[in-house]
């Protein structure tokens, strides 16, 4: 099996590197338009086949899958051009710039029997595998608020403002651990560049039962922060992703509505209980998805992030979008 | 001078601490509707004088100011008592139940030339003052945002929701750094326990300007943060409270919008600076703040927590009250 | 049951508050050569009652239990007094100036049926206790170190150097913990003021086996560190008294040595599993004590901080003072 | 100018990758006795030039430069060899097992006029120049005394124990920032696996004066550290190697020593001032230092981590050994 690694500025380089490193794998082709970064990435990884024009990249039979890591404003024009010409596509997060494009390229593939998977890539991180696990067996019970930040004096990005540059990682995290869907966004956001592209911005989603979610985001932040806090009825997580040991915590903590009768003295009682720390294995996020993608491709089987995962981020990031624009709630 | 303390339940005992060990003070009175905690209170501090009526209360012209820390739906009434009484008055946070409540109180005060001091204890803090200080100085630039977070595993409380418990903290403490007033709140919050008092809440408060101020308040968090980002246009600090040193810390950071010209290369430009880490005095909160009442008294002056700015608190967490009833922006 | 408190300065304000509370304790006595601070703890705490004289006190036979908390120099002296007139004794540490005046009050309170207790205080918080449940269940293995740390910027003292003054806590911790005894010491210290009192020392102690403790002690350091790590064969205890929740993190870390035929290719496996942080009852070890001093002297039970093992800090002290002296091991 | 790596095993791929980026280098070959190992390298860096025997090594005159990456026992041997054969030397810490050997590859390097530069490469990281520009301006003051942790659950080590492994660090640190030299050294060690090889080992280093150093070293440990403190007469530097940032920490905190005629009030008096957190540069200690070998062959300027200093560390990690071995304080 053959594949496209399509765009390799900022991100491709690991695109690369990994599909190099995977034994199902025959060549890595590199495509980008500035000819400048293909001779670049020929010098860090020689085996790498390069190739110099889109067309020849589609006709090219041998080239069965295709890694897309180019600007959000080309994610969908490329995408379907290469699912048309029979590819299976690996697609930089978040998948396009509007719902309709996003549900168009899902649909797209599964017409086509060929695989979208979408580069959520912390979903393939074993502390979020770990905490799937954890609200899968039952141990966590109900959720009733997932609260995240993510925040950081960081790069600003000159196409897209803080909410589509960010919140596709939270939002896609949030999404694989919930069993239920947002049913409305309200979100704030201010651009101090006065460019039109938000800087900071806070977004809370609604469920049709009292559940909540919040994310607060930020590139003007002094310190860099990566926190989710996962509310359940019976445990609750914390989840750090700036420690490099113990990420994940899990709180036997709560709190309990009491009966009717004695509710006059008291209404609730907390428990407070004691504090877990798994084992996280150390592996690579981005090795655990080429392989999950070339396995996809290869067994015809769903992947963990599909097009219709993608999509419902991106149907957030719009609603989000217009939210501030109309400074109201709106509903998905 | 004579005080008399109302209510010594939770917080009282530390009000009759302070004003006993107040030089300025003679007689520390105590009263409470419960005769159970009022010889509590004088089995620990057996140099206090019991009071057990209202009416000798109030018609005692040797007491010349009270501190009133009784449940909140109380507050209006036995302050407007006190000083139609000719009492001078330290009152608990929130001033009062609504807005309205709290202007009348202030005028009240402000007519009969009383003092009246609410109790936003956060603002006699070292930590606080050292923001104020920085900010005054020109240090920090101008602010461009306010983010803060308050939560706990915490004492749900009876009477009031999470946002009247825990905000008026927060909002005091941005009321006293900032030089402009917010013109809109938008609020959102859910009662798990289905009682109608919201356990966990989000607040944004919107301004003439693109500052923006954002709060974060809960008592179903599993861990314990205090913690404030003051967003200034020099330099940005960061107000952890649950450190025991360390408390503030001034990072040398932030960002430049470059001119024009260049914009197509690089709209920002980083500072990445150092961080300062200023030593705070140990004191006592509360007894900065007795001292500071009693002086007040004395010379007539007005004190940093008046009952205007406490006021302007209430105005905002009714309105906040209201944004999560009607699912919209309120303007202040 | 009447006690009465010996030394009322900086730490026995804190004895007549817990005997206060103490339901079997009927009338708390207090005594100090300096009447400035007699009245102070009288009007501090109104019903205690003042003795005037060191005789009256040895006289009175309604007083069966003291306390001492006065200078180390004093402890010798007093206590046996307090033995001699058939009192039962609660002792601050380190119990005496040598191991031979601690052997004889031992042995004096031995002879006489009474109990002496020495207030190694760290023995009776939850944090300890926990370790010690742990060591006990086997959960943790075989103890092959102890790493202690205790450092600040910290009270130099005026009569004892910085082993004398704070090693007692880690001895004592060390000693309940561990089933063995030290057979050797070795100390480095030295006096920054060039008073022979050693403000910053490193103490090592040998067993019989390859156990082997450290202690790191400083009144000189720019940090407060108060940490311990136990290292177990099957688990690792880290205990951070520094910490408000977490003080105990066990760690099912460790390795085993391999077979000898794998020997040559790798000697050792590892063990990483995960952590985890018991809740600890958050209740004061002072109040803990004293009521397990008040319940032995009741029972003639044995305390479980005994004049034995208080005798053994004791020796240590003793060793590593003549380690340091003579700039050798030295046997105990 | 061509430069060649010898052992490409754990530590010499990061040598080649930072040799191949060096201007001033033209070819970067590499040897290994192991031919695996050189396969991989090759398909790693594919413009590597692999030399297969060392012989042709020696001989092959374009080769000016060597850096030697290979087990500690044969240090000296090869070393030795590439002097004699007129080439520059990079050489792994410690530099030999021996310090006669060190001091003669030290001579030998002198009197043909190479570079010997030992690969202490913690003082080439930004931390270790801040400490050392602080201590240089005599902000710090005088250093009363020197505390270094480094413990791990980490790799046990088959050829040397934990202080050969891990000391050479701390040691060349210590060195670089102090301004004079230790006369005697005190070790304790246990190899809980009997073997021979200390895996937890304390350091003490006496000075003339009474300066103190100490160091904890470990591979037992449940949590890594890397943390120092450098107590200055006039500040403190508490060093965090963990940290990703603020790994340097400026504490304006001490005592002083007050005069003859106060002493019997108090003879100390503490300074608590700020807490300062200067910027680092995110830099790559290795670049940095391969790019100082490269200039100090084409300058013949002296390496800033020279032979003498590589063999001074040497030396004290035999005393050390030998500590360990007769149980007592060895002179230096």
Redesign the interface.
């Known amino acids: 099996m053959n594949v496209c690694i399509i765009g390799v500025g900022y991100w491709g380089p690991n695109l690369v590197r990994n599909f190099l490193s995977c034994s199902l794998v025959d060549l890595v082709y590199c495509y980008d338009k500035d000819s400048e970064k293909l001779n670049s990435i020929k010098q860090k990884f020689?085996s790498v086949v390069l190739i110099n024009s889109w067309d020849e990249l589609l006709d090219d039979k041998s080239i069965t899958a295709v890694a897309i890591a180019t600007p959000v404003s080309t994610h969908y024009d490329l995408a379907k051009q290469c699912l048309l010409a029979d590819k299976h596509v690996l697609l930089e997060k978040p998948m396009a710039h509007s719902y309709q494009e996003a549900i168009e390229l899902t649909e797209l593939a599964k017409s086509k029997q060929l695989i979208l998977l979408i580069d959520h890539i912390f979903i393939y991180t074993s502390a979020v595998q770990k905490m799937k696990e954890l609200v899968n067996s039952g141990e966590i019970g109900e959720i009733?608020?997932f609260?995240s930040t993510r925040i950081n004096?960081g790069l600003?990005q000159?196409d897209v403002n803080v909410i589509w540059d960010l919140a596709p990682h939270d939002l896609s995290i949030m999404l694989y651990l919930m069993d239920k869907h947002p049913v409305a966004v309200?979100a704030?956001g201010?651009?101090?560049?006065?460019?039109g592209l938000e800087d900071?911005a806070?977004l809370?989603l609604?469920f049709e039962d009292?559940?909540?979610a919040?994310f607060?985001l930020?590139w003007?932040?002094?310190?860099?922060v990566r926190k989710m806090?996962v509310?359940g009825s019976k445990k609750?997580?914390?989840y750090d992703d700036?420690m490099?040991?113990?990420k994940i915590k899990i709180?036997?903590?709560?709190?309990d509505?009491l009966d009717e009768e004695v509710k006059n003295e008291c209404?609730?009682q907390?428990r407070?209980?004691?504090?877990?720390?798994?084992?996280l294995l150390n592996s690579e996020a981005l090795t655990i998805e080429v392989n999950h993608f070339i396995d996809c491709c290869v067994n015809g089987s769903q992947p963990m992030t599909c097009g219709a995962q993608g999509a419902l981020v991106v149907k957030i990031l719009e609603a989000a979008q217009e939210s501030i624009k109309v400074?109201?709630?709106v509903s998905l």
Chains 1, 2, 3, 4 share one sequence.
């Open positions: 020689p009733n608020y609260d004096l600003f000159h309200f704030t201010v651009d101090h560049l006065n460019n900071i806070y809370t609604y009292k559940t909540i919040h607060h930020s003007i932040s002094p310190v860099k806090i509310g609750m997580i914390v700036m490099s040991d113990e709180y036997d903590k709560g709190f509505v209404l609730v907390y407070i209980g004691d504090i877990h720390v798994p084992t400074n109201q709630k």
